[in-house]
Structures are given as structure tokens and as C-alpha cells.
């Protein structure tokens, strides 16, 4: 244990903002079977939020015996409210039966949590080419169909919240993440269109890259920050994004334990390669200027094509 990773039971019990009044909402959640899903629909439902729980079931698994029962179980004996759901987020018609039973269950769907995803476990060269479609249908597919379907629900009703879950290698990239950081990285992009195009129907629109023990996670690590960063100490970020009253829009808010910081992708400003000038070395004049985040991609080329004014 070194001094700055406190005990994930002291990284919980440390003062928090007080909870929104989530009571009347419903909301959905994937992947909320176990770690950050779970943590995400547990958070929900302690606010009053009506909560579809979704987690796909183990071959051969009873429905009773699922994860999706066991956190609806743990939701109820709380005194929540709550469904579960045990579609396959890789099935292309989950998405349409996830907001079917929700409104057939509550009539309404204010917030949504698109948690799902499968991990990498290969080399781009050692994974088939069916193993990296399914990561990427999971890890993004599942999330581009929830959201394609529940849009229309948000905009009759005035609006809604949706979240989805990314990861640092969606911006960054890893040895051995390619399909997992290519899925992550067009949740992002998803999700900051999405956003421009949500303002206008009052649809709010962000991203959590977290930082987490989950069972995902487990194997890289260290004890210490494993104690750090319980998948739990999550829930009161995930609150504050899918809260009525959370101002972000477009955002990708990164968070672990106590800790927050602001994920975005930038250029630098153009620089114009002077007469005989080689590439390299106009590179490398463009790699020294200051590097810029812009709102959409018009006005990014806006900015690439005025260039230096310096």
C-alpha cells in the first residue's frame, strides 16, 4: 500500500455531493451485471430511478440464476424498483426489445447507460477476423442500435440522458486492443455527434472513460490500485452525468476512484510548407505549435484552413 492509494473502503466513505432526486425516472442499463454496469444501476435505483437491468446469460443458464436477477434482487430488497432483461447486446434485435420492455413496463425512458462491451485477449495477427467484428459489435454496435432506438422515445418525450461507456484506448490505443480500441474510439466519435445533434431535441449526450477493478481489468492491476479504484467509487460521477440538472454536453469525462479528468481529441494549427521546404520539416514545425480541441469537424476545417495567424 503506498501512501497516495487509500483503501477502497476510505475512497467511498469520503463526503459526496448529494445524490439527485431520480424518483418517476426510468432508466436502462447494459452490461449491469456485474462491475461498472452494476455499480451504475445500483447508484439508479438508490436515487428512486426505475431501472432495467440488463446481462446476457451464461449458455445453458436459467433466467433466475443470471447476474441481470441477482442485481434486480439486490435492487428490490432495497426497496427499488427494477426488471431485468438478459438480451444478448450482440443480438441486433436487443437493442428494440430493451426499450420495448421498458416501456411497456414504465410507459416512459429518461436515462440510459450503455455499458456493454468484450474485451480484447490477442494480437490483432492471432485474432480471427470473426473475434474482432464481435468485439466491435459489442463494444460499439450494441451501444450505435440502443441509443438509434431509444432516440426516438426522448424526442417525443422531450428529451432524455443517454451515457456511454468508452475507454482510454479508445483515444490512446494498446498492444493487443486493436478491435477493442477501434469500438471504444467510434463510441466516442458516436457520442459527440450525437450530442450536436441532440441539443435541439434536449437529448444530453456524454461519455464515461473509466478507470476501474473490474473483472475486465483485473489481470493488469497492481493490488494497490486495484484497492484504489473500486468499480463502485464510479457511481456518483455516473449520477452526475445521467442528473437532470448535469450541464455537459459532448463531453468525455474520465474518472477512477476520486480522481476526473477531460478526455479530448485536438490538432494542431496548420502550418503552410514553405517553398522547398520538406515534409519532415514542416512536420515538425507542425508538431511544435500548440494543440487545439474544436466543437465539430466544419469548424475544424475552418481552423486548418486559416492556419497560423500568429
Known amino acids: ?34 462491475g461498472i454496469g452494476r455499480a451504475s444501476a445500483l447508484a439508479l435505483a438508490r ?132 478491435a477493442y480500441a477501434a469500438s471504444k474510439g467510434a463510441v466516442e466519435a458516436l457520442m459527440r455527434s450525437l450530442a450536436i445533434e441532440g441539443r435541439r431535441h434536449h437529448i444530453v449526450c456524454n461519455t464515461l472513460s473509466p478507470y476501474a477493478h473490474t473483472q475486465m481489468t483485473d489481470a493488469h492491476l497492481s493490488p494497490e490500485w486495484a484497492q484504489a479504484l473500486p468499480a463502485e467509487a464510479l457511481g456518483p460521477v455516473i449520477l452526475w452525468l445521467l442528473s437532470p440538472d448535469c450541464s455537459l454536453q459532448g463531453e468525455v469525462v474520465v474518472a477512477g476512484g476520486r480522481k476526473l479528468a477531460r478526455g479530448a481529441v485536438s490538432e494542431t494549427v496548420a502550418v503552410e510548407r514553405e517553398r522547398g521546404e520538406s515534409l519532415p520539416s514542416a512536420w515538425l514545425r507542425a508538431c511544435a505549435l500548440p494543440a487545439r480541441a474544436q466543437p465539430d469537424a466544419a469548424q475544424a476545417f475552418v481552423a486548418f484552413m486559416q492556419g497560423d495567424r500568429s
Not at 439527485?20 to 451485471?33: E, K, N, W
Not at 439486490?74 to 444478448?88: F, K, L, P, V
Open 1 to 34: 500500500m503506498t501512501p497516495d492509494s487509500p483503501p477502497a473502503a476510505s475512497v467511498l466513505a469520503q463526503q459526496e455531493p448529494a445524490a439527485p432526486d431520480l424518483r418517476g425516472q426510468v432508466s436502462i442499463v447494459t452490461g449491469a451485471g456485474q
Open 47 to 178: 436515487c428512486g430511478a426505475r431501472v432495467l437491468v440488463n446481462s446476457r446469460l451464461r449458455p445453458g443458464q436459467d433466467p433466475q440464476d443470471g447476474r441481470a436477477a441477482q442485481v434486480v434482487a439486490e435492487i428490490i430488497a432495497a426497496g427499488g424498483q427494477a426488471r431485468a432483461n438478459t438480451s444478448d447486446a450482440a443480438d441486433p434485435q436487443a437493442a428494440q426489445q430493451m426499450v420495448d420492455q421498458a416501456m411497456q413496463s414504465w410507459g416512459r425512458i429518461d436515462m440510459v447507460h450503455a455499458n456493454a462491451a468484450l474485451g480484447q485477449h490477442s494480437s490483432f495477427a492471432a485474432s480471427s477476423l470473426s473475434e474482432l467484428r464481435s468485439i466491435i459489435d459489442v463494444g460499439f454496435g450494441a451501444t450505435l442500435a440502443l441509443f438509434h432506438a431509444v432516440w426516438p422515445v426522448m424526442k417525443s418525450q422531450g428529451g432524455g440522458r443517454l451515457l456511454a461507456t468508452s475507454s482510454s484506448a479508445g483515444r490512446f490505443g494498446g498492444a493487443g486492443l486493436s
